[in-house]
Structures are given as C-alpha cells and as structure tokens.
Nanobody
Framework: VQLQASGGGLVQVGGSLRLSCTAS????MGWFRQAPGKEREFVAS????????YYSDPVKRRFTISRPNAQNTVFLQMNSLKPEDTAVYYC???????????????WGQGTLVTVSS
C-alpha cells in the first residue's frame, strides 16, 4: 500500500492549510499527528464511503476531513490553526477502520505543519 501525503507548510496563527493523501487502493483513511516531544495522536478519520467521520476533540469544528466521491484521495482542511497544531501529520489507512485506539494497518510519510505566532 502506498500513501502519498502533501500540503504541509508554514502558516500564521488563525490561518488555513489543506493536506491531501492519496492511497493506492480503497481503505478507511485518516490522519494522525506528532508534535515534538509528544506521542503520535489521532486527528481524524473517514470511512471508505465517506459517510462515517471522527475527529479528536482538539480539532473538532476547526478541521474537516473529506473524500469526494469516495475516491482514494482524502483531504484534511485545517482552519483557525493554533501553535499547538504544529506537528508532523501522518496519513493512515486501514482495511477496516482508522481509529485512535490502535495503530492503523498502513502509514504514509509525514508532512510538517508549522503554525507560527
């Protein structure tokens, strides 16, 4: 399985970024992030159909995960970014469901998001 993520960068507080991740097949997909000195944490996930979505509490109402037409590309729209959102963001895919309670089946490479104040 190949996961190709892109879209990270440097943004000011309150700004927006959009991450994308394309999988080589059809999977439940999601995003995790890892800030310096911290453990990797779940951010959001979306089912194969796009009908079931989960967010972690810190990003609810600010981030939106989507996969138009149930395709193999997933987007993470990040708005109202805060310094604490600074992290390496990892795309993830799973044969059943991406969750925050166990590691996914597959990891993509990380993309760095830096929110400056």
């Amino acid at each position: 399985v190949q996961l190709q993520a892109s879209g990270g960068g440097l943004v000011q507080v309150g700004g927006s970024l959009r991450l994308s991740c394309t999988a080589s097949g059809s999977y439940s997909m999601g995003w995790f992030r890892q800030a310096p000195g911290k453990e990797r944490e779940f951010v959001a996930s979306i089912s194969r159909s796009g009908n079931t979505i989960y967010y972690s509490d810190p990003v609810k109402r600010r981030f939106t995960i989507s996969r138009p037409n149930a395709q193999n590309t997933v987007f993470l729209q990040m708005n109202s970014l805060k310094p604490e959102d600074t992290a390496v963001y990892y795309c993830a895919a799973d044969q059943t469901r991406v969750t925050g309670v166990r590691p996914p089946d597959y990891w993509g490479q990380g993309t760095l998001v830096t929110v400056s104040s």
